[in-house]
């Protein structure tokens, strides 16, 4: 009994871990963690790799702890870069602000009920 505890205990572990390490990685060099809930998803920039706060043409200046809200209607949110949108595309995906675009290329994201972005 003792040992079905522990094998059960160990498999919530490794599900609940493999579900917070889910991240994305901006063109513009941004480590992003993603969380799921009702209203969509939030995304918020953990890491800074090759020129994510340098001004380039791939997007906007990225710094950590930027967060960027994507709403399952397609729209997207964030205080530093306003109201935007984001979609899915074959290659990934991309968020669309009035002062550029960040995209995630090769990546797929889910969002519940965002399948029409």
Known sequence: MTRLVWIAVLV??????????KQYLSTNGAV?????????????SIEQTGNASASSV?????????VIYLGKSCDAFSEK???????????????D???????????????????QC
């Open 12 to 21: 919530i572990s490794a599900n609940a871990a493999v579900a917070q390490n």
């Open 32 to 44: 992003f963690s993603f969380e799921q809930n009702q209203h969509g998803a939030v995304l918020t």
């Open 58 to 66: 791939s997007g906007p200046r990225i710094h950590v702890g930027d």
């Open 81 to 95: 870069f306003g109201e935007g949108s984001w979609m899915a595309i074959s290659a990934g995906f991309v968020v």
């Open 97 to 115: 602000f009035a002062i550029g675009r960040i995209a995630f290329p090769g990546q797929a994201i889910e969002i519940a009920a965002g399948d």
